[in-house]
């Protein structure tokens, strides 16, 4: 296994489109995040995935916005009726909760909103 | 809500300096690690640090958690161009819920 891969690496779209990203973790780890990240900030915490299990959603999220992980391995992040303001980096990261948690990320996936 | 500040945001270094970031959370951290991101690169792991008191050092850099677990810093010896990016701590909350980064500490070095 090679790391954690995101899907696509970059999405332009029009305001009000809905747009999915899909994040492939390493495979023994059982959690996984999602990021949202703009230009000269931290990453901010959207949502955690322990397994298949949503165990965290940051109170910030709009409601337009739905993480899913089926089967606890890949997860897909949906943004609904997309705002120029969700134009970001969106990173996801998986780590093995047993192993101290250590969270690797992925390359993320650019989001441009037109 | 727990919040998590870096200072300074931005230092600018002459390769040879010695570089220190500092972490302060308002809450009392279970754990806090430290990550490196390069310019349009991701955030890398770097350490994990879990007990009060705790230092580790890898090779320049060295790590510390407050006694209090709530404060961190990070120091550079000796900077190099390769130690270029923005350096982030994070940690869960004691209830292991939210997982906060901070803002990051942006470092420059010239040759």
């Known amino acids: 296994d090679t790391g954690v891969s995101q899907n696509p690496r970059h999405k332009i779209t029009k305001r009000g489109q809905n747009v999915t990203f899909r994040c492939d973790p390493i495979?023994?780890?059982?959690?996984l995040y999602w990021y949202r990240q703009t230009l000269g900030q931290g990453p901010e915490f959207l949502t955690y995935?322990?397994?298949?299990?949503?165990?965290?959603k940051s109170r910030l999220l709009s409601d337009r916005f739905s993480a899913e992980r089926p089967k606890g391995s890949f997860s897909t992040l949906e943004i609904q009726r997309t705002e120029q303001g969700d134009s970001a980096m969106y990173l996801c990261?998986?780590?093995?909760?047993?192993?101290?948690?250590?969270?690797?990320f992925g390359p993320g996936t650019r989001l441009t909103v037109l | 809500g727990q919040q998590v500040m870096q200072i300074p945001q931005y230092q600018h270094v002459q390769e040879g300096e010695d570089f220190t970031t500092y972490c302060n959370s308002s809450?009392?951290?279970?754990?806090i690690q430290w990550y490196k991101q390069r310019p349009g690169g991701h955030p890398v792991f770097l350490i994990q640090?879990?007990?009060?008191?705790e230092v580790k050092k890898q090779k320049r850099l060295t790590f510390q958690f407050g006694e209090a677990k709530k404060n961190s810093s990070l120091h550079i010896t000796a900077t190099q161009t390769t130690d270029v990016g923005t350096y982030f701590c994070a940690g869960f909350d004691n209830y292991g819920q939210n997982f906060v980064f901070g803002p990051g500490t942006r470092l420059s070095v010239l040759p």
């Open positions: 990261a998986s780590s093995l909760a047993l192993a101290g948690d250590t969270q690797y």
């Open positions: 809450t009392t951290l279970s754990n």
């Open positions: 495979s023994e780890h059982n959690r």
């Open positions: 640090l879990v007990k009060s008191g």
């Open positions: 995935f322990q397994n298949e299990a949503q165990l965290e």
